[in-house]
């Protein structure tokens, strides 16, 4: 039995299973192919499609499939020789954590006994290999935000990169527009290894507590591994470092807005991580999920520009 608060959850997992196939939707208007929307509070009745038909009946393959779907008697052993691992293993504890209320811990946390973050300040090589994803993401700060919509740094004097890592993107976007001055702010562990001698500085903090005066936060790919709770107070913290919107104070959040996809195939893929992010508690959010934490953060207005990919830049105005 699903608890009460976890039905979202459970709603936002047959939502990537009806965009993949697995299940369709049968609503007052007969059968549908459109996934429902994450917020969506309507009676939403699933049916098999032939997909799923074969996982039941006296006939049925789901035994093959748990077989195939079994994780490794070892998995501990696996999981240090491979540290991504650590996070494709947590969703063999879906099942589990489904039937668990909030607040608990992660699927994450479940299986590796820590959350992700206390991992990479342990663990050198998953801390290695986190950073570096987040470095190999600077090729879309380059050639979508700062080629394509640079007017998102113009009149700006300062800007704050705020779980920024070792600096890429705000190198990337330093060297676009050297009017700009540019920090990054993440804990001390990450910004003990950050580089030397370059025009970005680093400043060791926790979002959580305060962030320094800037004129503009930047936050990518941070807010998504948040509830809405911790979300809003990162965005209040924020808030309370940029000058008013009229002296152009502004937080420029990359992020995905489901349902922004230009194409179904970028919505599916969405939905496919907003799945994937509940490993660790986080969530993808669409607009009307951005616009209420937003909201009761305290700022007044938003604007999202949907660009190639997953992503969208959203600028949002004390």
């Given amino acids: 039995m699903v608890p009460p608060s976890k039905i979202p959850c459970l709603s936002r997992l047959m939502r990537v299973l009806t965009h993949a196939g697995v299940f369709g939707t049968h609503g007052g208007a007969g059968d549908t192919q459109q996934p429902p929307s994450g917020g ?16 039941v009946g006296s006939r049925n393959q789901a035994g093959i499939t748990s077989l195939m779907l079994h994780p490794a008697q070892n998995q501990a052993a696996f999981t240090s020789f491979a540290p991504h691992l650590a996070t494709v293993s947590s969703m063999f504890e ?5 039937q668990s209320e909030l607040p608990d811990p992660s699927m994450f946390k479940l299986r590796n006994g820590c959350t992700a973050f206390e991992l990479a300040n342990g663990d050198p090589a998953f801390n290695e290999a986190f950073n570096d994803g ?5 090729e879309f700060i380059k050639d979508i ?3 394509e919509h640079g007017e998102v740094f113009q009149g700006i004097s300062s800007m704050i990169d705020v779980g920024g890592g070792f600096g890429a993107a705000a190198h990337a976007i330093s060297k676009a527009f050297p009017h700009v001055r540019c920090s990054v702010m993440d804990l001390a562990h990450v910004v003990d290894k950050a580089p030397d001698n370059t025009d970005v500085k680093y400043i060791a903090g926790d979002m959580f507590e305060s962030v320094p005066p800037t004129n503009v936060i930047f936050l990518k790919w941070v807010l998504h591994d948040w509830s809405d709770e911790e979300c809003i107070k990162i965005l209040k913290n924020c808030k309370e470092a940029i000058p008013p919107r009229e002296k152009g104070g502004k937080v420029v959040i ?4 489901i349902g922004a996809g230009r194409s179904d195939l970028e919505r599916e893929v969405q939905v496919v991580f907003d799945l994937y992010n509940m490993v660790v ?7 009307n999920e951005w616009k209420k934490i937003f909201l009761e953060a305290g700022f007044s207005d938003y604007k999202i520009t949907s660009v190639p990919g997953l992503r969208s830049i959203i600028e949002v105005y004390p």
Avoid at 94 to 98: D, K, T
Avoid at 254 to 257: C, E, F, G, K, L
Wanted: proline letters at 2%; aromatic letters at 4%.
């Fill in 40 to 55: 969506d509070s309507e009676q939403i009745l699933y049916t098999l499609t032939p997909v799923s038909r074969i996982l």
């Fill in 94 to 98: 879906l099942s589990g954590w489904l």
């Fill in 134 to 138: 987040m470095v190999s993401d600077t």
């Fill in 145 to 147: 935000v700062v080629k």
């Fill in 254 to 257: 990359i992020d995905i807005v």
């Fill in 281 to 287: 508690n986080g969530t993808e959010r669409d607009e």
